[in-house]
């Protein structure tokens, strides 16, 4: 290796390290129809592969460390409760691999989910089988148990570092005496504990390794490394490289606890230290993105950038131009969203096309800044409030430190609330079926539906803090050390649940088929119908009644039933949601999105009117199912899309999928920006965009090992084709070449 390298061949080595990395989770754990997370494996010898299920509710396969064991303090041999919680993380930290690259400013690497050492995943003592029922009826996603999924506020350690945390733990442990206090200040301790300890074995093991590193500049950075933790592990950082660094730790330990993967407003957090070490000469614009570019390397976190203060005053800044040529050096699973709004600079957006075009990544994602403010006051929030709150998710944003919400964990299958009613309407022998009957029911079931969440909701809020607490947001939040009260149970400041809808143009698609052809036209019978919903579409007969009820004008095609009874069910859900809060007064958010379980909340769903097969994929979010117009045009697809907007605050995204030769056309970026703004214009909240070739992605679905570095937006996430399962491929694939 050459004796000095520059940043960009740091980065580029690291960057093939990364895609080796990836290649040994594929072979060791199979499919990852999830965020890429920068998780590496442990080393070799320390591995067991168990099946479990992670934080967004999914089932996969993870690696734990053969030798750690975390001490139960329960019957069931589970451990629940913030001390015993705390204490088994410290211990992991304890024995958790170290790692050091000498290519990297950066120190440290996520290897383990403690998540995953949860077994039983809920204390068996706390019974909420009086609610499954109505669970099981709907095939309800319910949030109980969910974890992470609000956004901290950064900013707090940044100001306190480890020690500060640690003597405001101390101050408020004298104020707040009570037994459930007690507890949960002994697990914010234990964590601050574990953080320091796993800080300091890196700062000693950089030290060590300096020691027989004969690369002059490898050495130097050694030591960089070794002297920067040294310091982290009690005080604040004071320069750019050490804020780059506190904040890793405390992301990657965030993933590594719960998955946790938000982290807000970074330009903003990061700027007050790029100014004083630029202005001051410490600090280049070069190093400053190959710093963000190792931090991206380790930490894919859901970030902002861009978008106004609370005072309306758009914060775009030089960091935030880094951070998007950071990802551009990278080309990696990176989720960062860009903020378009009326006062962000014009120039942020443009540079966001072009690196979007030339990646051909699906990064970065733009975010309808305006209209999710707007939206948010509906809440009874002020607008200098909705101003602040961030972007942290898959669609999804927060109040940093101030609001919990677990967005994204919490989902009806209007599916198959739709069979629900259909059902019942058919078994009713006292009058005929009819539209207008079959939307009441569905009305009513939805409502129900609803009901039952705010249950769950209410449950889970009473009781997730004694299962498994949200120690470490609790940390960087305000209100829990305060007042002595884990962040999921009466520690911040606002409960607002996101509640998101799914199977949007799935039913849309059925109403309408089920009004033209059964109805309108009579080409089918009712009782015709639920023979062949209840066969499964069948034999030569069902077949073709399927395509004829799959061929109306289906929802996004303009102007159609199908758009209408989008429009209609979309509205409805959200006033359902937002007619009144949960019986203990807790807030609920609409949205309607499915995340990447569109295709488990198929599973759970029988064949429907729209020509779907039963345990088919329900519809992607609130996209129209794909091939819904011959034209496939992109300004029907935003139409459609910013028309069913939820309305208060969470996105309703719409996914795109581009031919990267529409740059190569003269005002083709331009064109796509518009594209962009127009679709905000009308009331759009956010768009997750795919730029890849029909020839690329079909040539990587058929042998995805010979395109182990292409990267596509899979939904809120982007992610490595080559690690997405089969089904997951094809259903990326199928909207590429749809819509393309």
């Not at 999914?58 to 975390?70: C, H, N, Q, S, W």
């Not at 300096?210 to 604040?236: G, H, M, V, W």
């Not at 679905?701 to 937006?713: E, Q, S, Y």
Request: one cysteine or more; aromatic letters at 10%.
């Amino acid at each position: 290796m050459k004796e000095f390298l520059s940043f960009q061949e740091r980065i580029s080595a690291l960057r093939e390290k990364k895609i080796e990395f990836t290649k040994a989770k594929q072979k060791l754990l199979g499919s990852m129809d999830f965020d890429d997370q920068a998780l590496i494996l442990p080393p070799e010898d320390s591995i067991k592969v168990i099946e479990t299920i992670n934080s967004s509710g999914v089932p996969v396969k993870d690696a734990l460390l053969k030798e750690f064991f975390p001490k139960s303090n329960h019957p069931s041999g589970g451990f629940y409760g913030p001390k015993a919680t705390g204490e088994n993380f410290r211990d992991l930290l304890k024995v958790h691999p170290v790692y050091i690259d000498p290519l990297s400013e950066l120190a440290g690497a996520y290897m383990v989910n403690f998540i995953s050492l949860r077994e039983p995943y809920w204390n068996p003592d706390l019974d909420y089988s009086y609610l499954q029922p109505e669970i099981d009826k709907y095939k309800l996603l319910p949030g109980i148990g969910a974890s992470n999924h609000f956004c901290q506020d950064v900013k707090i350690g940044l100001d306190l570092g480890w020690s500060g945390l640690k003597q405001k733990v101390a101050k408020y442990r004298l104020i707040n005496t009570s037994e459930k206090a007690t507890n949960f200040y002994d697990g914010l301790d234990a964590m601050i504990d574990g953080m320091q300890i796993w800080i300091k074995r890196h700062a000693e093991a950089a030290k060590k390794m300096a020691e027989s590193e004969t690369n002059q500049q490898f050495k130097e950075n050694l030591l960089e490394i070794a002297r920067l933790n040294e310091k982290l592990i009690n005080d604040p950082p004071e320069t750019f490289h050490e804020a780059c660094q506190w904040m890793l730790w405390y992301q990657m330990a965030g993933k590594m606890y719960n998955g946790s993967g938000s982290l807000g407003r970074i330009d903003q957090l990061l700027y007050p230290y790029y100014k004083k070490d630029f202005d001051s000469g410490k600090l280049t614009d070069e190093h400053a993105t190959f710093l963000l570019a190792c931090y991206f390397l380790r930490d894919t976190s859901y970030s902002q950038l861009g978008g106004p203060d609370e005072n309306g005053k758009d914060v775009t800044n030089p960091v935030s131009y880094a951070l998007l040529e950071a990802t551009h050096w990278l080309r990696i699973p990176v989720n960062v969203a860009v903020a378009v709004g009326k006062d962000v600079p014009k120039d942020l957006l443009k540079k966001s096309v072009e690196i979007l075009f030339e990646d051909k990544t699906g990064i970065p994602k733009f975010l309808g800044v305006d209209n999710t403010i707007q939206g948010f006051t509906r809440n009874g929030f002020t607008v200098e409030q909705a101003r602040t709150r961030a972007y942290s998710g898959c669609h999804w944003y927060g109040l940093p430190g101030r609001e919990y919400c677990i967005n994204d964990c919490i989902k009806i299958n209007f599916a198959v609330v739709f069979d629900v009613a259909l059902r019942e309407m058919m078994s009713d022998d006292k009058s005929s079926p009819g539209m207008e009957k079959l939307w009441d029911l569905f009305e009513y079931h939805l409502r129900r539906s609803v009901e039952v969440m705010a249950q769950c909701l209410d449950f889970h809020y009473e009781h997730m803090w004694e299962v498994y607490p949200e120690l470490l947001i609790s940390l960087l939040s305000y209100g829990p050390i305060e007042r002595g009260l884990d962040a999921s149970n009466g520690g911040v400041d606002y409960y607002n649940f996101g509640l998101d809808g799914a199977a949007l143009a799935t039913v849309a698609d059925s109403f309408a088929a089920v009004e033209q052809r059964v109805v309108n036209e009579k080409r089918l019978s009712w009782n015709d119908l639920m023979n062949h919903l209840d066969n499964n579409w069948s034999n030569p007969e069902g077949e073709k009644a399927r395509l004829m009820m799959k061929s109306i004008p289906r929802y996004g095609s303009g102007d159609s039933i199908a758009d209408n009874y989008a429009g209609k069910i979309s509205s409805t859900f959200s006033k359902i949601v937002k007619e009144k809060k949960t019986p203990k007064g807790l807030n609920m958010i609409p949205g309607i999105f499915s995340w990447a379980s569109h295709i488990a909340m198929g599973q759970d769903a029988n064949a429907t009117p729209n020509g779907r097969f039963a345990k088919a994929p329900i519809s992607h979010g609130s996209n129209p199912d794909p091939g819904f117009r011959k034209d496939g045009a992109l300004t029907a697809l935003s139409s459609a899309i910013a028309s069913i907007q939820s309305g208060y605050g969470n996105a309703c995204p719409m996914q795109v999928e581009m031919d990267p030769g529409i740059s190569k056309d003269e005002g083709g970026l331009e064109l796509v920006t518009n594209l962009i703004k127009t679709h905000f214009d009308l009331g759009g909240t956010q768009i997750n965009m795919n730029v890849v070739d029909k020839e690329r992605i079909l040539a990587a679905h058929k042998d995805p090992g010979k395109f182990p570095d292409l990267v596509v937006r899979v939904t809120g996430f982007s992610a490595f084709f080559a690690s997405l399962s089969p089904e997951f491929r094809q259903l990326v694939v199928d909207r590429i070449i749809a819509e393309s």
